[in-house]
């Protein structure tokens, strides 16, 4: 008799800790696209590698972004460039410029939409206006000219530390938005 009941105990206890176990996986296993590192294609896929890549955007005579990479691969038929070591720059009215640094990008040819991505340490974009914006990875997307991502996001400048998820911003006006669970603390003043 005592037999039967430990192990129906036993038997209750296992299948509660496989249940358990089963909702650490998968509550563990967050793989969103848009944090995973980008995955290198073979360079035998590639149709074309580019050393000192530079891919410049204008309108009429105004350049308004560049992007520059110590080297591309090209894939015509997805009309998209891999970059590595990239540095991307922003060019405002004035002669104001904003340099992002990312370990690895995918550029669109066709969109002109692109991304910036690091592995270690994070994306830092540091506005004209003195904000610096710290994630691991950013989009930029040409037709509505704004930077976004939807990973964690920390925002620092005049005196405030923001932090949250998500961020969407116009980098011509400096206008953002950080999108959810959005907290900001007061650095004290020196």
Known sequence: MWELVVRRALLSL???????????LFKNADFRESSRPMVPESIEQADAKIMEFIFTQSKGDTVQWQVQAKQAR?????KRAVLHDVALTFYGAGGDMVIVHGEEGTLDT???NFTLANRQTPVVVE????YTIYTNHLVWV?????IQTDDSVRMV???LEMRGQGLRGKMES??????QDVHVDLAPSS
């Open 110 to 112: 066709t969109t002109k």
């Open 74 to 78: 090209l894939f015509e038929q997805e």
């Open 142 to 146: 040409e037709e509505t000219r704004e």
């Open 14 to 24: 296992s299948v509660l800790l496989a249940a358990f176990l089963g909702y650490l």
């Open 157 to 159: 400048g005049h005196g």
């Open 174 to 179: 400096e206008e953002f938005e950080v999108l």
């Open 127 to 130: 506005t004209k206006s003195g």
